[in-house]
């Protein structure tokens, strides 16, 4: 599986962007919390990610003061004023593509001879290191950009862009879907604008599909992931890093703010907004309409703006 479609400087040292810490170590990657190793760089910005901090392993993190005594001994923590800021920036030197999507320019029409099985519409073009499955079916002018990842039997429309992308088995993306660009992500200083680069990616998993007009962020240091046999309607938006369990139902215009965990078997009527930084349980409805701004537990049915438990809302709405 390839871990990152973007261009990485090699052999840079944490000290060479952090002179003043104690530990040196050549950086490996830039990851979460929960998924780094040793020789990776973290950051830890918020309380609510105390659990994960706890337990990470790490080599150095990017935190403030008040927050690194959660952290193992063992992690050099790397103490600043803005622990988003210097993430981006150090992003940008270590991935320094990765805050602008370039277009991929040496995408070419797909050698026939290469995807035997695979069968293509008119003006396909596909980027280098493109893998496509057996019996997959590409609709014309869709475009599939460099290490792109499909899976076999798969359904792609007409007109849809995938990029920084892993996609399973008997997947269906219908027409203009665009699946793997950056996220929206800024940090704003002094009245001006630093674009948050993004080195993640999507990862979409077997049996799921996706209709016309969705738009699938790829992750900023995390992974967006959509899990098996989950259907997204008409022109839903998915954030960066947004994680969506499997036999999920998201009707048309939902919107999913970046880093927000969606359980398995969860249901969401259409133009229901969902906050960043949330976690959604299993087995939750969740209104047409409505607004979640704060986490859900399993098992529950929520509506309104912002959204209750099904049965205050309609008592607050008797007429």
């Excluded at 918020?46 to 150095?60: D, G, M, R």
């Amino acid at each position: 599986m390839i871990s990152n479609f973007f261009l990485k400087k090699k052999n840079i040292s944490i000290k060479k962007i952090f002179p003043k810490i104690n530990k040196n170590f050549i950086i490996k990657e830039i990851k979460p919390l929960h998924l780094a190793k040793k020789r990776d760089l973290t950051f830890f910005d918020s309380i609510k990610y105390k659990s994960q901090a706890l337990k990470t392993n790490a080599s150095a993190c990017i935190t403030t003061a008040k927050l690194k005594f959660f952290l193992p001994k063992n992690v050099e923590p790397i103490i600043v004023k803005s622990v988003l800021f210097e993430l981006a920036t150090t992003i940008k030197k270590i991935y320094p593509t990765a805050d602008i999507d370039y277009p991929d320019l040496i995408l070419k029409s797909p050698i026939k001879s290469k995807y035997k099985s695979v069968k293509f519409g008119n003006n396909v073009l596909v980027g280098k290191g493109v893998k496509i499955g057996k019996n997959t079916v590409i609709g014309s002018n869709t475009i599939i950009e460099h290490n792109v990842q499909i899976g076999k039997a798969c359904i792609i429309g007409s007109g849809v862009i995938i990029k920084n992308s892993l996609i399973g088995d008997r997947v269906v993306f219908q027409d203009n879907c665009k699946i793997g660009q950056k996220g929206f992500g800024f940090i704003p200083v002094n009245n001006k604008n630093i674009k948050f680069p993004h080195i993640g990616k999507v990862i979409v998993a077997d049996d799921v599909e996706i209709a016309s007009g969705c738009t699938i962020d790829r992750g900023s240091v995390d992974d967006t992931i959509i899990g098996k046999n989950t259907y997204l309607d008409n022109q839903v938006h998915v954030g960066h890093n947004v994680k969506i369990g499997s036999n999920c139902m998201i009707a048309g215009q939902v919107g999913f703010a970046g880093s927000s965990v969606i359980g398995n078997n969860v249901s969401i009527g259409g133009q229901a907004g969902i906050s960043g930084h949330l976690k959604i349980g299993n087995n939750v409805k969740i209104g047409g309409g409505s607004g979640v701004v704060k986490d859900i537990e399993s098992n529950q049915v929520v509506m309104g703006y912002p959204a209750v438990p099904l049965k205050e809302f309609l008592k607050n709405n008797k007429k």
